[in-house]
């Protein structure tokens, strides 16, 4: 028994079922986990069942435990907030959700710290902004006066130094040509995305349009491509390991999805687990493996799970 489970985890087989004996080495192998949330710890505003256990065992087992989320549209606080209420043993320093990576990722990469940025996000994104000595405008519905109907010369902030594009419930076409004129008016001016997921599934097989949606059409009319800080962008996991110095090689990625959670631990050479609680399925993966196409092989995670909750019996040993 111990030589086939040591021939499995050495083989380097892709897209296994982790499962009973397989458990524990895999979680020893590790000293960080970093979690997607919807669709792996939580679906909308109930937390997967053991989710919370989950994570709060492995706090105390000595693990460090990071959230990472594609979604723009709550602060830091905000994911904390939700987590206690769900169980879930979670600080502010945790939780990298694209609103404050990418406020990050303007301070940091693209030195704008004093400066202005013209936002199409929410008013999340303007507080994680705000909280590292960035201000905005754009925030909220924009509206255009009959003076102005001559688009092309819209009145533009010369302080703006970037455009910045989130989930924006107010998105229009007046947003979307203010942001051209931007980056096409603007000398130097940047341009950043959170993220390019293009929809966000509900339950009952509804749907939503993403950002990636806002985000292309912006693209389109630029005739630019974006920067994104979001998942599969590698930038995600930097943002976290020049934080809490965290080893790759010593870290697991959970989550939902192929195309951002998986992908981005293909990207940066962590061990990666698919929870079969959210948007992919073990056949969707399987398809990627049987591709032959090399940036597919991306998306094959190395585990996978029905449940985060399946790592539980491991845990409580």
């Not at 069942?49 to 994570?55: D, M, N, T």
């Not at 460090?64 to 905000?78: D, Q, W």
């Not at 029905?306 to 491991?314: C, G, M, N, R």
Request: with cysteine; net charge neutral.
């Amino acid at each position: 028994m111990k030589s086939r489970l040591l021939f499995t985890l050495m083989s380097g087989s892709k897209c296994t079922r982790l499962t009973g004996a397989l458990v524990k080495p895999v979680l020893d192998s590790v000293d960080s986990v970093l979690f997607d949330c919807d669709g792996v710890i939580w679906r909308g505003d109930q937390a997967i069942p053991g989710a919370s256990q989950v994570i709060n065992l492995l706090k105390e087992s000595g693990k460090k435990v990071f959230f990472v989320t594609n979604n723009s549209t709550k602060t830091r606080k905000m994911y904390v907030e939700k987590m206690t209420t769900m169980g879930f043993n979670a600080s502010e320093e945790e939780v990298f959700g694209t609103a404050y990576c990418s406020a990050m990722y303007l301070k940091n990469e693209c030195k704008l710290e004093g400066k202005k940025v013209y936002l199409i996000g929410s008013n999340a994104m303007r507080d994680e902004l705000q909280a590292v000595g960035i201000q905005q405008t754009g925030v909220g519905e924009d509206h255009i006066s009959g003076k102005q109907m001559d688009w092309a010369n819209v009145d533009l902030n010369p302080e703006v130094k970037a455009v910045v594009v989130g989930f924006d419930e107010h998105f229009s076409y007046t947003k979307l040509n203010r942001a051209l004129q931007y980056l096409i008016q603007q000398p130097g001016c940047l341009f950043v995305g959170t993220n390019r997921d293009t929809r966000l599934p509900l339950e009952g097989g509804k749907a939503v349009p993403g950002t990636g949606c806002l985000l292309q059409a912006v693209e389109t009319a630029a005739q630019r491509q974006a920067l994104t800080v979001g998942k599969p962008n590698r930038y995600m996991f930097d943002c976290v390991a020049s934080q809490f110095g965290v080893d790759p090689g010593r870290c697991l990625m959970v989550g939902d999805r192929l195309d951002t959670d998986i992908m981005l631990g293909s990207n940066c050479g962590l061990k990666t687990l698919l929870t079969l609680t959210g948007v992919s399925t073990v056949e969707d993966a399987e398809a990627h493996q049987k591709s032959g196409c090399a940036e597919r092989q991306g998306m094959v995670p190395d585990y996978y799970v029905e449940s985060i909750a399946d790592l539980l019996p491991a845990l409580q040993g």
